[in-house]
């Protein structure tokens, strides 16, 4: 390195230095758990969550168009049938497909944004020892599109069977409009609450090793990592959507539950903050939050919806400091080791 880059480094700093592109920092979590609240900042967050074009609004929609063309009614999942379900499964192929696969071929692909806004400017691996077929884009599609799209469609197949025969509640517009669409919006912060606790569970080493270990093949992420995941962790990541066997629900609920689950799986690995037009963001994508956590393993465990992260100490806001703080985490756990 010559001495123009060392300067270079020491302006920016060593951890901007180690990324293509940083978003502004310090990162922000939501404010919906401040205390003591602020209701503008909540209004806000929540206005450019669900009120613009964004990946929820977008969810909903495609929620409702599954529900009324390409979802069997309950009248029909009451047996468990070859019929219905391979309709689910295959309607789930293809939107993984679509989505997953259509990010993979704009960003990576046909690199229609070049790295404008990408995180780590480096290649997806190529043919390297360590993924199942060869190389990260084999091996996250081929997990994805085995493991990932069946467990999504098992749980979904059990969800509809359950509610048809009473085993399950159903909520319906008649029994309360409020509460019906207040459930889109309390749906990601329960995810956001499971999945930190889950994926704080993957880490633990024996189920680390186990599972989770294929997930974080992925260092350089791009969408098809995000699904990525060996059996079991699909298993442990899609479970959040036994909390309907207690909490009553519509299945465009649970139609949008599981969506943003698996699709925003993949929209959240895309490597890059987000879609640009005429050199704006104009859809958020994935997370310099998350894009760290596959860096550097121990952060970042949840995401910006709660801040246990920040509650529980693991919290890297992007800044030279907080990279300081967790180095010397990582010499503390080693020395006592």
Request: hydrophobic share 45%; glycine share 6%; with cysteine.
């Amino acid at each position: 390195m010559s001495l123009q880059d060392t300067a270079g480094q020491q302006r920016r700093g060593v951890f901007a230095s180690q990324w293509h592109y940083r978003p502004e920092v310090p990162i922000q979590v939501s404010p919906l758990f401040a205390w003591p609240p602020e209701p503008r900042k909540i209004a806000r967050w929540v206005w450019g969550s669900w009120f613009v074009i964004t990946e929820r609004s977008i969810l909903v929609i495609v929620a409702l168009l599954c529900w009324y063309f390409v979802q069997p009614p309950l009248s029909e999942t009451r047996d468990l049938a070859p019929g219905w379900i391979a309709e689910i499964y295959l309607r789930n192929l293809a939107l993984m497909i679509i989505v997953a696969g259509g990010l993979h071929l704009f960003f990576h692909t046909f690199r229609r944004q070049g790295d404008r806004l990408r995180y780590d400017a480096r290649d997806l691996a190529g043919n390297k020892r360590g993924f199942t077929l060869g190389s990260q884009l084999r091996d996250n599609m081929f997990w994805t599109l085995t493991s990932g799209v069946a467990v999504w469609t098992a749980y979904e197949v059990l969800l509809f069977w359950a509610m048809a025969n009473g085993y399950a509640p159903v909520l319906l517009w008649d029994d309360s409009p409020v509460w019906f669409v207040a459930l889109f919006f309390l749906t990601p912060i329960w995810i956001s609450f499971h999945f930190y606790w889950v994926h704080r569970w993957l880490h633990w080493p024996p189920l680390y090793k186990r599972a989770h270990a294929l997930h974080h093949r992925n260092i350089n992420v791009g969408p098809w990592s995000g699904l990525s995941m060996h059996p079991i962790e699909h298993v442990i990541f899609f479970s959040s959507i036994l909390v309907h066997f207690v909490v009553a629900a519509h299945p465009i609920h649970i139609l949008f539950h599981m969506q943003h689950q698996a699709l925003t799986a993949a929209t959240s690995h895309t490597g890059f903050e987000g879609l640009t037009v005429k050199d704006k963001n104009r859809l958020a994508l994935g997370t310099f939050h998350h894009q760290m956590h596959h860096r550097y393993f121990r952060c970042n465990y949840g995401n910006l919806e709660m801040p246990w992260d920040k509650w529980f100490g693991s919290f890297h806001d992007g800044t030279e400091t907080a990279h300081e703080r967790m180095k010397q985490s990582w010499r503390k756990s080693a020395s006592i080791r």
